[in-house]
């Protein structure tokens, strides 16, 4: 399997989502005029922005020193209001396993998996609240705000697999990111590459679904 940057690495550290370096510094958001230079210039483990974002939005709290990009933001108000996560697996032609994970408007919890070409439909299988809550922080846990849109250059290349994510409530049309913003929810796919943490977060899915990707 071809993963994307680095990604074929043990977790054990925290990487960043696009390239996959663990060289990064913890995101400081300070005013110019507070800044101690003795304590924070040439600290490659503190990153210094001037940019203070605004009382309860959800920022980069690493700062990646390898590709500059910001990750790992505050994700448990979007945490709270997902309705449906939902991973397909196109295997080639004829083979595809969509597992699907589901809270309803009154408060019930489901998983199930769908399958072509004749293995039909799993049924719904109940979730429990806490059970709910753990896997949507698991799934939050791999970054999956910052992967990347899309994966792999040929969409002829099997297997092709997309992730989706959808919200209730102020979170139903995403603004957070441009490339989410017709989707109006988290949407990625890719063909024959992954991102760095597909590995991290196909342990999820299997985890919570009881079944294989």
């Known amino acids: 399997m071809n993963t994307h940057g680095k990604g074929g690495r043990k977790m054990s550290k925290i990487q960043c989502p696009r390239c996959g370096s663990d060289k990064k510094a913890k995101i400081l958001y300070v005013k110019e005029e507070y800044v101690n230079k003795e304590i924070h210039e040439d600290n490659d483990e503190i990153y210094i922005s001037h940019e203070i974002p605004e009382s309860g939005s959800s920022v980069g709290k690493y700062h990646c020193n390898e590709c500059g990009f910001n990750f790992g933001g505050n994700s448990a108000g979007m945490r709270k209001t997902v309705r449906r996560v939902m991973v397909s697996v196109e295997y080639d032609e004829k083979r595809r396993r969509d597992c699907i994970f589901l809270r309803t408007e009154d408060g019930r919890y489901f998983n199930y998996i769908s399958e072509?070409?004749?293995f039909g439909n799993s049924g719904n299988v109940s979730m429990t609240q806490e059970s709910w809550k753990k896997f949507v922080k698991s799934v939050f846990s791999c970054y999956i705000m910052d992967w990347g849109y899309k994966y792999g250059k040929d969409e002829?290349?099997?297997p092709k697999w997309s992730v989706k994510v959808e919200f209730y409530?102020?979170?139903a049309n995403l603004k957070e990111r441009e490339d989410f913003k017709e989707f109006g929810g988290i949407r990625i796919c890719g063909a024959g590459e992954y991102p760095v943490y597909w590995k991290k977060f196909k342990k999820v899915i299997?985890?919570?679904s009881g079944e294989m990707l």
Do not use: A, F, M
């Open 116 to 118: 072509e070409p004749s």
């Open 156 to 158: 002829n290349v099997y």
């Open 169 to 171: 409530g102020e979170h």
């Open 206 to 208: 299997e985890k919570y």
